[in-house]
T-cell receptor, first 117, second 111 residues
């Protein structure tokens, strides 16, 4: 079984500062993928970044980077130069690859990020 | 915009009633997954459909059922609604083992 743990229920960050959102995971599958999604108050889950378990380098997408430490089973999201529009819920999720096609995503409980002007 | 649409946006039902939620997947995607997100929680996997067949199910009772149509759109049906079924229901479409793209969700309130 897969498990995702996000230990920060809420965070307040000054605009333009960098912020790190923590995520640890547990799985016995050797092949898996880790995702971060942003969920504004409207409800839609917006895909931010993906890291495969065999990827040698940390994933980056614009202002988002994923600090992947496989031995520690952590996949922290780093947002550089935070903006007011970054205020939202952030979810870490894991997918274990299946021979039957796509596999379910297991989500953490989320972190509510608030950017302060 | 992901190209995944869901209807209706909001819905209010009474305990014991039945409800059908709809999802249109992104063009070219053949897999649809449904998730339930209770207030203050992360989404929980309900089930997945791949090429019109159920392909995995989470820990939800049989009164949660679904369909996928030849055009890969999908329905989620919930019978005998309970108060705890109040949640945001999200569908996500994907092309086989690739990233899942989510729709805006349907907010269901059961009174």
């Amino acid at each position: 079984a897969q498990k995702i743990t996000q230990t920060q229920p809420g965070m307040f960050v000054q605009e333009k500062e960098a912020v790190t959102l923590d995520c640890t995971y547990d799985t016995s599958d050797p092949s898996y993928g880790l995702f971060w999604y942003k969920q504004p108050s409207s409800g839609e889950m917006i895909f931010l970044i993906y890291q495969g378990s065999y990827d040698q380098q940390n994933a980056t997408e614009g202002r988002y980077s994923l600090n992947f430490q496989k031995a520690r089973k952590s996949a922290n999201l780093v947002i550089s130069a935070s903006q007011l529009g970054d205020s939202a819920m952030y979810f870490c999720a894991m997918r274990a690859r299946s021979n039957f096609g796509n596999e379910k995503l297991t989500f953490g409980t989320g972190t509510r990020l608030t950017i302060i002007p | 915009e992901t190209g995944v649409t869901q209807s209706p946006t909001h819905l209010i039902k009474t305990r014991g009633q039945q409800v059908t939620l709809r999802c249109s997947s992104q063009s070219g995607h053949n897999t649809v997954s449904w998730y339930q997100q209770a207030l203050g929680q992360g989404p929980q996997f309900i089930f997945q459909y791949y090429r019109e067949e159920e392909n995995g199910r989470g820990n939800f009772p049989p009164r949660f059922s679904g369909l996928q149509f030849p055009n890969y759109s999908s329905e989620l049906n919930v019978n005998a609604l309970e108060l705890d079924d109040s949640a945001l229901y999200l569908c996500a479409s994907s092309l086989e083992a690739h990233e899942q793209y989510f729709g805006p969700g349907t907010r269901l309130t059961v009174t």
